[in-house]
């Protein structure tokens, strides 16, 4: 069974622009989880989605977004990209509404410059 | 509110050593604790968890025993391998979902044959 796939793997982008990450989840997973994990600030929560909702969200600034498809995929938007949002962003699926165990992503690892 | 510390790394062993990484947790309510794994160049692992005071979790030789009273759940291992070398990351979950999860710094483990 396939995990959790994330796309790109990295990717390297101007300060400025704004860039979109996808994430598929596990086959059945109806929740997606997006985490930042930047450099010395550990794993932050980002945003959660189920059924297509948003459900929660961290505290990060509006000009990050996202949305779920009907497929339970993902996406997360980041625009106005500044140094420091250059992180890791994992994400992270689990097999119904809040389920407590999510099964993580290899990650996409975002560089601005 | 909800936080989670854990020892500083890097932490540099020999094979067959003894491992233990303390982390200790501040919470409201009663949390989930858990021990999450980062293997180079992939996502996060759930390692081992617990659910309550006195649970003891493990896996792969990996043991966390929950103790309430001094608020702590440290991760050891009894003879630790190369294999082992990865970041090493303690969570904790108050309520249900992937996005309650409060995670530490991380500890980066090198085992050295």
């Known amino acids: 069974e396939a995990g959790v796939t994330q796309s790109p793997t990295h990717l390297i982008k101007t300060r400025g622009q704004q860039v979109t990450l996808r994430c598929s989840p596990i086959s059945g997973h109806t929740s997606v989880y997006w985490y930042q994990q930047a450099l010395g600030l550990g794993l932050q929560f980002l945003l959660w989605?189920?059924?297509?909702?948003?459900?929660n969200r961290g505290n990060f600034p509006p000009r990050f977004s996202g949305r779920q498809f009907p497929n339970y995929s993902s996406e997360l938007n980041v625009n106005a990209l500044e140094l420091e949002d250059s992180a890791l962003y994992l994400c992270a699926s689990s097999l119904y509404l809040g389920g407590t165990e999510a099964f993580f992503g290899q990650g996409t690892r975002l560089t601005v410059v | 509110g909800n936080s989670v510390t854990q020892m500083e790394g890097p932490v540099t062993l020999s094979e067959e050593a003894f491992l233990t990484i303390n982390c200790t947790y501040t919470a409201t309510g009663y949390p989930s604790l858990f021990w999450y794994v980062q293997y180079p160049g992939e996502g996060l692992q759930l390692l081992l968890k617990a659910t309550k005071a006195d649970d003891k979790g493990s896996n792969k030789g990996f043991e966390a025993t929950y103790r309430k009273e001094t608020t702590s759940f440290h991760l050891e291992k009894g003879s630790v391998q190369v294999s082992d070398s990865a970041v090493y990351f303690c969570a904790l979950s108050v309520g249900q979902g992937a996005q309650k999860l409060v995670f530490g710094q991380g500890t980066r483990l090198t085992i050295n044959p």
């Open positions: 989605y189920d059924e297509g909702e948003e459900r």
